[in-house]
């Protein structure tokens, strides 16, 4: 009987133990190195993108693009075209033709299908004086990078984007990107700054090698510093006012965790992690009429855009992208602007956090799985109050978005090895307050993990939750996380805080 049950005794409740005999056996210890070797290392997994090299590969990028409206293929089309523009032949527009009639025969709902739309129709010579007039407000870059292509165009530069990714999935190489530098400076053009800036964003600064820190202290442009100081051939932070969000950037992606005083002395002293990390309060409100009661969400600043607190959601200037200036947008355009700053993504996510987590309607419930799908499937490191997010997909009412935070959170504990108990309080606070229903977390309780890093981490989220329990006004089922918590410090052999309990069982 021991041994067919020793598998499993890490996921079976005392009293199950009790009836089987083995209450009293010598505890089970879990495997504290279960991480899951599909989430090897980023460096182990890189693979080059392939840029369009002939025609017929262009124009069966632009189909592709159509299809996937990914960003990978969005920048793959235009730095084939870039590095293709004397081997247009002469009746592309002939050849085009297809592939304009399945762009404008139909309304694209995604701002930057439209803004395609009107550059394929300046291409083809129709409407080439003027755009239609579409403009981004939630991928900006978008619009932009076409507009950058019309410039090249006309004046036949040949010279390659800065962004486009040299890895998958919107990865960047750091010698890549020095070099490209080198390039413009080669031939005496100037940079758009807004791509050195995505650039930063998706570059792999950790890749770094001695020829790339050789190459990056030749550069000579206003961005120079920055970007010695990104790839650590500097060490001083020297922020000014002409590349100040390159700065602001650069400094942050490198070290998400530091405060930086040289900023107190420039105008983006106010700015979200610019002097300090990326911090946003929230308190919880109980919203209650005659047919219903809501717990809602409020972040300072209205900063995910609840539709009933009466303040402006606050913005920071577009070439500050790790403050997220961008508005919202949906499915696969979410994924598009993420991957623009995915180093630093916190802001980003915790625009697109609901302001409850039950009762939604299909964007909310859609801003809890299309955000958090692309930071699972790319591995995305989040610090700081991006953890709100995550502690709000977990919680969420769609199964879906509470199976992708639980994989993430095991992901962080055993691969990355990282330290949650500012999640754990997070979803303390949550619970206490009632945002969500306690069964969900419960459920969470419930699946069958055996790693110890993940049992001692809802150890913590217990502990955290029954330390901000109100015992006047306690949740529905809160009787259910004091029987947890007794479960799982048995489990780890720790010492329960009767002062937590004590909250519950006088009730």
């Known amino acids: 009987m021991k041994d067919l049950v020793e598998p499993h005794r890490s996921n079976l409740k005392l009293k199950t133990l009790e009836i089987l005999g083995l209450a009293q056996a010598t505890p089970f210890v879990a495997d504290t190195a279960m991480a899951d070797p599909a989430f090897?290392?980023?460096?182990?997994?890189?693979?080059?993108?392939?840029?369009?090299?002939?025609?017929?590969?262009?124009?069966?990028?632009?189909?592709?693009?159509?299809?996937?409206?990914?960003?990978?293929?969005?920048?793959?089309?235009?730095?084939?075209?870039?590095?293709?523009?004397?081997?247009?032949?002469?009746?592309?527009?002939?050849?085009?033709?297809?592939?304009?009639?399945?762009?404008?025969?139909?309304?694209?709902?995604?701002?930057?299908?439209r803004s395609f739309a009107d550059f394929m129709h300046y291409w083809i010579g129709e409407n080439s004086g003027e755009k239609t007039g579409h403009k981004s407000d939630s991928i900006p870059f978008a619009q932009h990078k076409l507009d950058w292509m019309r410039q090249k165009l006309a004046s036949n530069n040949c010279l390659p984007f800065l962004s486009t990714p040299s890895h998958l999935p919107f990865y960047l190489h750091p010698n890549v990107l020095i070099k490209r530098l080198l390039a413009y400076e080669q031939k005496k053009v100037a940079i758009e700054i807004e791509d050195l800036i995505v650039a930063c964003n998706r570059l792999l600064y950790q890749q770094t090698d001695e020829e790339t820190i050789r190459l990056v202290k030749t550069l000579k442009g206003n961005y120079a510093s920055a970007m010695q100081y990104f790839l650590g051939a500097k060490d001083q932070v020297r922020p000014t006012a002409d590349v100040l969000a390159l700065w602001a950037q650069v400094t942050w992606i490198k070290q998400p965790d530091q405060v930086f005083p040289k900023f107190e002395h420039t105008s983006a002293k106010s700015y979200p992690a610019v002097v300090n990390p990326f911090e946003i309060t929230f308190e919880i409100v109980v919203d209650k009429n005659e047919y219903a009661t809501w717990h809602r969400m409020f972040l300072e600043h209205n900063w995910n855009y609840t539709w009933c607190r009466r303040g402006e959601t606050k913005h920071y200037p577009p070439l500050f992208y790790h403050t997220a200036p961008f508005s919202r947008t949906f499915r696969e355009a979410i994924a598009f602007q993420l991957s623009l700053t995915p180093q630093y993504i916190g802001p980003l996510l915790?625009?697109?956090?609901?302001?409850?987590?039950?009762?939604?309607?299909?964007?909310?419930?859609?801003?809890?799985?299309?955000?958090?799908?692309?930071?699972?499937?790319?591995?995305?490191?989040?610090?700081?109050?991006?953890?709100?997010?995550?502690?709000?997909?977990?919680?969420?009412?769609?199964?879906?978005?509470?199976?992708?935070?639980?994989?993430?959170?095991?992901?962080?504990?055993?691969?990355?090895?990282?330290d949650l108990s500012y999640l754990a309080d997070i979803i303390g606070r949550l619970l206490a307050a009632g945002y969500a229903p306690v069964n969900r977390f419960i459920e969470y309780l419930d699946r069958p993990f055996v790693a110890q890093q993940i049992k001692k981490f809802q150890f913590v989220c217990l502990e955290k939750t029954l330390e901000h329990l109100d015992g006047e006004r306690l949740p529905v089922n809160s009787k259910k996380l004091v029987a947890h918590y007794v479960e799982v410090s048995a489990q780890l052999q720790s010492e329960v805080n009767q002062v937590f309990l004590s909250k519950v069982k006088h009730k």
């Open 40 to 113: 090897e290392e980023l460096a182990e997994q890189l693979v080059q993108v392939t840029i369009p090299s002939t025609w017929d590969a262009l124009l069966f990028q632009i189909g592709h693009f159509i299809r996937t409206k990914s960003a990978l293929d969005f920048d793959l089309f235009l730095e084939g075209l870039n590095q293709l523009q004397n081997d247009i032949p002469n009746d592309y527009k002939r050849q085009l033709k297809p592939y304009c009639k399945q762009l404008f025969s139909r309304f694209w709902d995604i701002d930057y299908m």
């Open 350 to 418: 915790c625009r697109y956090i609901p302001d409850t987590a039950s009762g939604n309607e299909v964007p909310e419930m859609e801003n809890c799985l299309y955000p958090m799908q692309f930071v699972m499937d790319n591995r995305l490191e989040v610090r700081g109050s991006g953890w709100l997010y995550i502690a709000v997909c977990l919680l969420f009412e769609k199964k879906i978005s509470r199976d992708l935070a639980t994989e993430y959170v095991q992901f962080a504990l055993l691969n990355k090895k990282q």
